[in-house]
């Protein structure tokens, strides 16, 4: 029975519990209200390609741009105690300048003025030095992120427009819709392969570099770090420039999808969508430690209620709503005086079921 008890209590201190218990009631929520909502079919698009559909796949479509914002918004979140709100203008910013450098002068060329890698290498540092521009506000004039970002935040989609000359650049060019939508050949959406690589990549730097400690330590005590060696604002500013590369990317998959950019509708209400990811993996929105894939499960969360939601036909203006009830959720079972009462009855309970 102690070893059962155990092992309960193992699942339930999982960081990754809370998450798995909510993507677990939204399938059970739909199984009863619509089993439909499962099915998955393959057909022909368009081009006369096979592809899969149904809203499992948007969810993994839609979810892995959520997911991939959520890599970087969770390192902001740890080494900074606060959340970056500009990603959504960011990434108007990085899609323009994507936009600008595949067209040109032509705001609707016949081909593209040049490669799909260079422009999004372009874009990449372009996003990177927006998000160098936040860190240095964060870690070195210690404004608190929120703020610092707001500015970003309100004049990010003006720039974005001015970047393109308040056009708005068509790409005809059939291949670069192949990183927003299908591979020919694929049925699965390409923005799920991407966010997988991005995953990986993040594993690969969290587990054979200090990455994860540096950031861990600096929001835990800057002080303490400081002593033992490292330079909090460097971390700091590095934090906000890898979630410059995740909007680089998000951008990419946002323009190549529709193959041109809506300044003021791109990314719209992301960012609140991110650090709710965040939030629901069960990560300190103060900062310190953090547990990458909480995150990741949690932003695929978000985009299964989202989905539910308009399965249901819940008005668009209406989702913030909605999304405000699981925060305050969050916020409740979050909060120290919750834990410490939950602690306690399991405890108790633990001893009855024992006695």
């Given at each position: 029975m102690k070893k059962e008890n155990s092992i309960f209590m193992k699942i339930v201190r999982n960081q990754c519990f809370i998450p798995l218990m909510a993507l677990l009631l939204l399938v059970v929520f739909n199984l009863i209200a619509d089993p439909g909502f499962f099915k998955i079919t393959l057909a022909d698009n368009s081009a006369g390609n096979p592809i899969l559909s149904g809203f499992l796949i948007t969810i993994l479509d839609s979810g892995s741009e959520l997911a991939i914002l959520a890599i970087g918004m969770t390192l902001v979140t740890a080494a900074s105690g606060g959340q970056d709100i500009?990603?959504?203008?960011?990434?108007?910013?990085?899609?323009?300048?994507?936009?600008?450098?595949?067209?040109?002068?032509?705001?609707?060329?016949?081909?593209?003025?040049?490669?799909?890698?260079?422009?999004?290498?372009?874009?990449?540092?372009?996003?990177?030095?927006?998000?160098?521009?936040?860190?240095?506000?964060?870690?070195?004039?210690?404004?608190?992120?929120?703020?610092?970002?707001?500015?970003?935040?309100?004049?990010?989609?003006?720039?974005?427009?001015?970047?393109?000359?308040?056009?708005?650049?068509?790409?005809?060019?059939?291949?670069?819709?192949?990183?927003?939508?299908?591979?020919?050949?694929?049925?699965?959406?390409?923005p799920f392969f991407i966010a997988v690589a991005c995953m990986i990549v993040t594993a690969l730097a969290l587990k054979f570099t200090n990455l994860r400690l540096y950031t861990q330590a600096v929001g835990i005590n800057q002080s303490s770090s400081r002593l033992n060696g490292l330079n909090p604002a460097v971390i700091k500013v590095m934090s906000f420039v890898i979630l410059g590369v995740c909007v680089a990317v998000v951008a990419l998959i946002?323009?190549?999808?529709?193959?041109?950019?809506?300044?003021?509708?791109?990314?719209?209400?992301?960012?609140?969508?991110?650090?709710?990811?965040?939030?629901?993996?069960?990560?300190?929105?103060?900062?310190?430690?953090?547990?990458?894939?909480?995150?990741?499960?949690?932003?695929?969360?978000?985009?299964?209620?989202?989905?539910?939601?308009?399965?249901?036909?819940?008005?668009?203006?209406?989702?913030?709503?909605?999304?405000?009830?699981?925060?305050?959720?969050?916020?409740?079972?979050?909060?120290?005086?919750?834990?410490?009462?939950?602690?306690?009855?399991?405890?108790?309970?633990?001893?009855?079921?024992?006695?």
């Open positions: 500009s990603v959504g203008a960011a990434v108007a910013i990085a899609g323009s300048v994507l936009l600008r450098v595949l067209c040109g002068t032509n705001s609707r060329p016949e081909t593209l003025q040049a490669p799909i890698i260079a422009a999004f290498l372009v874009s990449c540092v372009a996003a990177m030095l927006f998000g160098a521009f936040n860190g240095v506000l964060v870690a070195y004039f210690k404004i608190q992120p929120m703020i610092a970002t707001l500015i970003l935040y309100t004049a990010g989609r003006s720039i974005a427009a001015w970047i393109n000359n308040n056009e708005l650049p068509v790409i005809s060019e059939p291949s670069f819709k192949y990183f927003g939508e299908f591979i020919p050949g694929i049925p699965i959406p390409t946002k323009v190549s999808r529709i193959a041109t950019i809506n300044y003021s509708v791109i990314a719209k209400d992301i960012e609140m969508d991110a650090i709710l990811a965040v939030a629901l993996g069960g990560n300190a929105l103060s900062g310190g430690r953090f547990n990458m894939a909480a995150s990741i499960i949690g932003a695929y969360v978000i985009q299964f209620l989202t989905t539910t939601l308009y399965k249901f036909k819940v008005q668009s203006d209406a989702l913030p709503a909605y999304k405000a009830v699981v925060v305050i959720v969050l916020v409740v079972v979050s909060a120290p005086v919750v834990r410490e009462w939950f602690a306690g009855f399991s405890k108790k309970f633990m001893k009855r079921e024992a006695a």
